[in-house]
Nanobody, 121 residues
Framework: QVQLVESGGGLVQPGGSLRLSCAASGFTFSLYVMSWYRQAPGKERKLVASIAPVGGMPDYADSVKGRFTISRDNSPNALYLQMNSLKPEDTATHFC??????????????WGQGTQVTVSS
C-alpha cells in the first residue's frame, strides 16, 4: 500500500518557522521526484517546491524562494520542508507529492492527505 503521511503543521506566528515532514512507504521512493504543494480554501493547489531523487537542483516557487528549503532522505524515506520567515499568505493545507521518474514504468502520481499550516498572530 502506497502511503504519504505529512506531519509538522500547526499554528505559528508571522516570522516563525515550521518543518514539515512526509513519511513515504509502499513505493520506490528513491526513483520519484518529490514535491510539496499547498492549497488555501477556494484556491488552486500550487507547487511550493520539488526535489529530484539525487543530484538535482531543488526548485521553488518564487513566493517561497529564500525562505523555504526542501530536502529528502532516501533511507528512511522522507521528504521535508523547512519553512522560515512565515507569512500569513503561507496559510494553507500542505501536501506531499510523488511523481515517477523515467525509470518507473508507471504513470501513477501519489498524494498525501495534507497537513495544515496556519500563520497568524
Amino acid at each position: 500500500q502506497v502511503q504519504l503521511v505529512e506531519s509538522g503543521g500547526g499554528l505559528v506566528q508571522p516570522g516563525g518557522s515550521l518543518r514539515l515532514s512526509c513519511a513515504a512507504s509502499g513505493f520506490t521512493f528513491s526513483l520519484y521526484v518529490m514535491s510539496w504543494y499547498r492549497q488555501a480554501p477556494g484556491k488552486e493547489r500550487k507547487l511550493v517546491a520539488s526535489i529530484a531523487p539525487v543530484g538535482g537542483m531543488p526548485d521553488y516557487a518564487d513566493s517561497v524562494k529564500g525562505r523555504f528549503t526542501i530536502s529528502r532522505d532516501n533511507s528512511p524515506n522522507a521528504l521535508y520542508l523547512q519553512m522560515n520567515s512565515l507569512k500569513p499568505e503561507d496559510t494553507a493545507t500542505h501536501f506531499c507529492n510523488a511523481v515517477p521518474t523515467a525509470l518507473v514504468w508507471s504513470p501513477l502520481t501519489y498524494w498525501g492527505q495534507g497537513t495544515q499550516v496556519t500563520v497568524s498572530s
